[in-house]
């Protein structure tokens, strides 16, 4: 077990279990104020998808070594990261949450659609190539796109009527 090794895996476990505290308080507090979830059947399969890949970097990264190259990349996505929370605040969750507002139209949604699924699309590639797991980072890459291509369409759906509000 490296130290490098052990530490990437251990701020990923963090920083993910973190996000969910996030999510779970955001879209309680948004659901009691009556927003609304929407195309929850999918949302398991994210959870799963998301634990495994997980798990797969945990069994099979900790005996090797940081790629700074890609340590670096990986960095320059959380700034990416805290850019979308920052700019979502209080509506930041997990779920599709129907809040019946207008959607949020700055930072980083002024030149993105989806701003949060590129970032998970190009972490979930990025993280284990930081630790030199390129399959790993192909097969949850496979996992993830076949995940968005059922959440986006759910996701645009449901948000369709404030695109423009």
Known sequence: MTLGASLFIGFLIVQ?????????????????????????????LIV??????IAAIVL??????IRPGWLAVFVLL?????????????????RIIVTGTPLV???????LRHPNYTLVVAEIAVAPMVLGLWQVAL????????VLALR???EDRALRPYRDA
């Open 16 to 44: 993910r279990l973190s996000e969910l505290v996030i999510a779970q308080r955001n879209t309680k507090a948004l659901l009691a104020e009556g927003a609304v979830e929407v195309s929850a059947r999918h949302y398991p």
């Open 48 to 53: 799963v998808v998301h634990a495994a890949w």
């Open 60 to 65: 099979l990264g900790m005996d090797e070594s």
């Open 78 to 94: 959380q700034a990416f990261r805290v850019w979308i929370l920052v700019t979502l605040g209080r509506r930041w969750t997990t």
């Open 105 to 111: 139209a700055k930072g980083p949604f002024l030149w």
């Open 139 to 146: 097969v949850f890459s496979i996992l993830n796109a076949g």
């Open 152 to 154: 986006i369409p759910a």
